[in-house]
């Protein structure tokens, strides 16, 4: 897709999440539905295929507009955004490491939308901390016998294929490279997806969990028909759901912003607009920077994604502070809204509850701190041997 037809894209999305988002998000929001109507809406504008590439159905798009187009709809309802995001990084991996025969097999119904699925990691026992994931996978002829306990996993109840993280070498030393990945068609004796947990935020999306009993998986979708690689291919997705959800966090500080500045222009205290009191304007600003800072951030790890290069440092300091900036924002429009902020008639109070995943998803931000940090000292390593001089 060239550029003209990304912006045409990126202005669809616009009046997309303008006249069909907004119209019933609240709705949706407070019934905790699931939005099946925007779901078919994302699929006729292509955008479960919108980072593959066209040979497969997909639109062919650069990280760099994808993360236009998440922060869009962000705007609009972060959990929709969670919706492409778990099912992209799923595609995205069987792209990447996939054998030739899972691409030609997957990547067309996944870009179309027919097959929508996700990524699922997270356990009972074991969330950022991949390598303490205890699902096995025991290869018999065949087919691996799968047995555990998958939880928080978007799509999980409506949708069909996923990527799934298990034990092939439960004893490898170490622990990562006993992980394999398994695209995982639902259904069959042994599989049972079950509970959407009721969540403070991140509404109206299935976050799921999967119970494995002796559940077979054909070795023919074991991804890469390779053992101990899922580790590797886990983490070369996250670093596009990082993206994603640094995008995300852009997404709700806009959307707070946004709000913010128009309801100080109309609302009057003491009398004279609020915008006109400096306590206000100090917060607008700072909401301000916040989203540029958060944009700049985005665009930097997205570029890098884009020329192949690896990004994690990039696509972590991205996610922290975008998604920050979210709940920064998020409480500022709050406290710029006064009482109304509180109330359900305003969207504010839903930016609030929903930022906070952003903190927390594709990697808690602590762990962020970690990975940047790391990736620092690597990049600015001491040459002891001339006497500690960079």
Known sequence: MDTKAQESLLGTVHDFVEEEVRPVVRELDAEDAYPHGLVERMKELGLFGAILPEEYGGLGLSASSYTKIIEE???GWMSIAGIINSHLI???????????????RFLPDLCSGQRRGGLSIT???AGSDVQAIRTEARREGDHYVVNGHKKWISNGIFGNTFLVAMKTDPTA??????????????GGPGFEAKRRPEKLGYRGIDSAEFVFEDFRV????????????????IMKGLELGRINVAARGLGIARAAFEDAIAYAQKREAFGKPISEH??????LADMAVRIEASRLLVRNAAEKFDRGERCDLEAGM???FASEAGIDNSLDAMRIHGGNGYHKDYDVERYFRDAPLMAIGEGTNEIQRMVIARGLLKQNALDLEKGGEG
Request: proline letters at 7%.
């Open 318 to 320: 991205a996610k922290l």
């Open 73 to 75: 709809l962000s705007r």
């Open 90 to 104: 799923l595609a995205y991996n069987i792209y990447l490491s996939g054998t030739p025969e899972q691409r030609d």
């Open 278 to 283: 400096q306590a206000v304007q100090l917060k």
């Open 218 to 233: 054909p070795a023919e979708n074991l991804l890469g028909n390779e053992e101990g690689k899922g580790f590797q291919h």
């Open 173 to 186: 030393e170490p622990a990562h490279r006993g992980i394999s990945a398994f695209i995982v068609e639902k």
């Open 123 to 125: 356990e009972p026992s």
